[in-house]
């Protein structure tokens, strides 16, 4: 599953992180790819614990692309020291070897990717290589618009995952759920997509208090309502059918990268080919350029 958003402050790399946690304590292994160098890394929010030792399949002469795995309450925190807008330059050989050396031997029960910090690219890439896309978005009316931005891009792409909406920090359930009708009507009507089942997460001060003792706040406060918001959201997960079965990394990670390597479709039948990432960087400003339907929700900011 891809945890993603149209612009950045959401709230994934929390959700991402609570969502893997609740995962674990039901009996399942867990893995969480994310970018370290990003803005918002993991690093920022919970203590991982130092490095796991894991056989590292690649050669000697690329060892710099050697996969970091971390844990955190059972929770495999992983990521590479290649950025993902490199890996389409590696021989499939070598990135077999390296995906190989990410995962577990008897395979992840749950693969889940956090997008905070990614280009545009790999960020569309990880949603089209993905069976299953969590959708964030706030109160917010910027980022639902972006959020519609976003999908925009993935229609003219030909994403054929499954989508679930999670409006985050809402003050009251009933907002979700007018948030979640409007979005979700906009989406089905101008895309032709449908969203699912929604979630969504109560405003807590159980976030940014467990930032403090820099733990995860269900682990911290697991009878906080963030914290049953997500017991929610993962009583739901295994009733989708995308999620059924174990991850196979491999195959995955090869979908990624066709996809990276693929040329991008952008509104106004711009298409971009494989590109270095500054240039793909200063075209796919699109993402956020996209003409959108008048969004719902609080123009406030919301803390978590």
Not at 115 to 140: K, W
Request: charged share 20%; aromatic share 6%; net charge negative.
């Amino acid at each position: 599953m891809t945890i993603t958003g149209g612009s950045a402050g959401v709230g994934k790399t929390h959700l991402a992180v609570n969502l893997s946690l609740e995962l674990v304590r039901r009996g399942r292994q867990v893995g969480l790819y994310h970018v370290p160098d990003c803005d918002s890394p993991v690093d920022c929010f919970i203590d991982v614990q130092h490095i796991i030792e894991r056989p590292q399949q690649v050669d000697s002469d690329h060892d710099h692309q050697q996969v970091i795995s971390r844990g955190y309450l059972g929770v495999d925190i992983l990521s590479s020291e290649t950025p993902l807008a490199d890996w389409s330059t590696i021989d499939r050989e070598t990135l077999a070897q390296f995906v190989n050396a990410m995962d577990v031997e008897e395979g992840y029960d749950d693969f889940l990717i956090d997008t905070s910090g990614m280009g545009p690219r790999e960020l569309l890439a990880c949603c089209l290589a993905s069976p299953l896309v969590l959708l964030v978005v706030t109160p917010e009316k910027q980022s639902q618009a972006e959020a519609f931005a976003l999908l925009r891009i993935l229609q003219l792409n030909g994403f054929e995952g499954a989508l679930r909406l999670l409006v985050n920090r809402v003050p009251y359930a009933v907002d979700a759920q007018d948030i979640q009708k409007t979005f979700n009507h906009e989406v089905s009507r101008h895309l032709g997509i449908e969203a699912g089942m929604p979630w969504y997460i109560v405003e807590d001060t159980a976030v940014p208090r467990s930032e403090r003792y820099r733990q995860a706040f269900s682990a911290v406060f697991p009878d906080s309502d963030a914290a049953a918001g997500i017991v929610v959201i993962a009583d739901d997960f295994d009733s989708i059918p995308e999620q059924a079965g174990p991850r196979v990394l491999a195959g995955w990670w090869e979908r990624f990268i066709d996809r990276v390597k693929s040329p991008l479709h952008l509104p106004g039948n711009v298409l971009l080919e494989m590109q270095s990432l500054a240039d793909s960087l200063d075209t796919a400003k699109g993402l956020h350029g996209v003409a959108v339907p008048k969004a719902a929700g609080s123009d406030s900011q919301q803390a978590g």
